[in-house]
């Protein structure tokens, strides 16, 4: 069984090499969806396949970082990714360009992380992220799935080449997160009685 959960973040950045000289050239934004569909061959406790109340925690505010921020492809320009970091409080470095297919790989590759290192405690069996969709724009998406994230011919997203600015890091719940999930600590369910919608 699916089930989606849509979280939404504005963000700007550039595209190198791509086809469009208006996107290739200049910062620009997008109004983002992205969609998250996890599976699950059983349900949980609760007659779930995840609750969505769970998603709020760390992997709202991992996705949240790129909201109102520059995503930068560390391999641009060391001038204009280095004059993106001087001038803007919010960025993320990222190992490969901000393109939609990227940032669902991106995103797939985060909350994967955070997925793997949660200790269920609700009989949730085997919950996996299925696919991750993000939307750029309302007639464009690029959706992602397991083996798009491997696939060494796409680009490597290793999480210790993911650079959240302090800015970003400092409005977490705890400010240790990003580098908390490198370490692949196990991470509990957060009781859900204590998230803000």
């Known amino acids: 069984m699916l089930i989606r959960k849509l979280f939404k973040f504005e963000n700007a950045h550039i595209v190198r090499g791509c086809s469009t000289r208006r996107c290739s050239h200049s910062i620009h934004g997008h109004s983002y969806k992205v969609e998250l569909l996890l599976h699950a061959d059983a349900l949980d406790n609760g007659q779930m396949v995840y609750d969505f109340g ?80 993000v939307h750029e724009t309302e007639t464009g998406y690029a959706q992602c799935f397991r083996d798009d994230v491997v696939n060494p011919r796409m680009g490597l997203i290793d999480l210790e080449l993911i650079e959240f600015s302090p800015a970003i890091s400092t409005q977490w719940t705890d400010p240790c997160l990003f580098e908390q999930l490198k370490r692949k600590p196990t991470m509990i369910q957060p009781e859900l009685e204590g998230l803000q919608s």
């Not at 560390?74 to 993320?92: A, C, L, Q, T």
């Not at 990227?102 to 405690?121: G, H, P, Y």
């Open 54 to 133: 769970l998603l709020k925690g760390s992997v709202r505010e991992l996705i949240d970082a790129f909201d109102h921020s520059v995503a930068i492809w560390s391999e641009d320009d060391p001038d204009y990714v280095s004059s993106i970091r001087k001038h803007s409080e919010r960025w993320v470095l990222i190992p490969v360009s901000p393109s939609a297919e990227q940032f669902s790989r991106l995103i797939f590759r985060l909350v994967d992380a955070v997925l793997e290192n949660t200790e269920m405690k609700n009989g949730e069996s085997g919950v996996q992220l299925h696919s991750v969709i």
